[in-house]
Nanobody
């Protein structure tokens, strides 16, 4: 089993920034990929950003140029730096870790962008 603990969500004004963190209970050094998804109530969970074991990144078109995913293997943590936030970025953000032996999710952290 792997536990993922997210933090860093909150309320921010449009144009502001937040950094989400996701700490894993196991090493992420050889993980297949880690990612951030987001989901609004009653909607599908959509991929926001992904980083692979080799360091390749992939972003949803709606966040390209504004969000950056990164990882710190020493801390078993993945980050999502979110800049130039917009009201439409308001969602619950979930961390996902894909290991060779299983797929795991965090509990979610709320991000609200409003003036």
């Amino acid at each position: 089993q792997v536990q993922l603990v997210e933090s860093g969500g909150g309320l921010v004004q449009p144009g502001g920034s937040l950094r989400l963190s996701c700490a894993a209970s196991r090493s992420i050094f050889s993980i297949d990929a880690m990612a951030w998804y987001r989901q609004a109530s009653g909607k599908y969970r959509d991929l926001v950003a992904q980083i692979t074991s080799g360091g390749s990144t992939n972003y949803a078109d709606s966040v390209k140029g504004r969000f950056t995913i990164s990882r710190d293997n020493a801390k078993n943590t993945v980050y999502l730096q979110m800049n130039s936030l917009k009201p439409e970025d308001t969602d619950v953000y979930y961390c996902n870790a894909r290991y060779g032996f299983g797929d795991y999710w965090g509990q979610g952290t709320q991000v609200a962008v409003s003036s």
